[in-house]
């Protein structure tokens, strides 16, 4: 037999295409990748201004919030220093008008004894009216010291409530 001699020649077209191909693979993914870093680094941009308007926004209206309960404090403090002394006009009108009755039943007891005498029904009536007239006098001088007791209290309670309560509203502002 002969021998068969088979030359075998093999071009290699198929390199150069599998290399250009790879090439612009390469080249594409290199520019996924730039294009996913600078959409990271947008994200990153848009999501820390809106973070910081956020914490912003909470401390806006923790701030107003710190504000509205101080002043509401405050006009509370005021309110009930206002309220005590109002009751205190009234406890002290009750005394003028009870110290008035006790001068009037005086009068007319000391004018039933002049015209009818020490023992008569008239001066008894009189007595009762005197007395009746000094007790409703010994009760209104104690509301009137209770209503001024009140006040002091009320006074002094807004007195000690002023000073952290306004450096709660300053700090208040501050954050708003």
């Known amino acids: 037999m002969n021998d068969v001699e088979i030359r075998l020649t093999a071009v290699d077209e198929a390199s ?4 250009e191909a790879s090439k612009r693979i390469s080249s594409s993914l290199d520019e996924v990748s730039d294009s996913q870093t600078r959409v990271a680094q947008a994200t990153e941009e848009t999501i820390a201004p809106t973070e910081k308007s956020s914490a912003s926004m909470r401390s806006f209206t923790t701030g107003i919030s710190g504000v509205a309960t101080a002043s509401f404090s405050l006009y509370g403090a005021v309110d009930r220093v206002n309220e005590s002394e109002i009751s205190l006009d009234r406890s002290n009108l009750m005394v003028k008008q009870s110290t008035k009755g006790v001068e009037d039943a005086e009068r007319t007891l000391s004018d039933a004894v002049a015209k009818h005498g020490a023992d ?3 001066a008894k009536r009189a007595s009762d009216s005197l007395s009746i007239a000094q007790d409703r006098l010994s009760l209104a001088d104690e509301r009137a010291q209770q209503a001024q007791e009140n006040v002091n209290k009320s006074i002094m309670s807004a007195a000690l409530q002023v000073i952290p309560t306004s450096i709660t509203m300053i700090d208040s502002l ?3």
């Open 174 to 176: 501050s954050k708003a």
């Open 120 to 122: 008569s029904d008239e």
């Open 16 to 19: 150069g295409a599998v290399a």
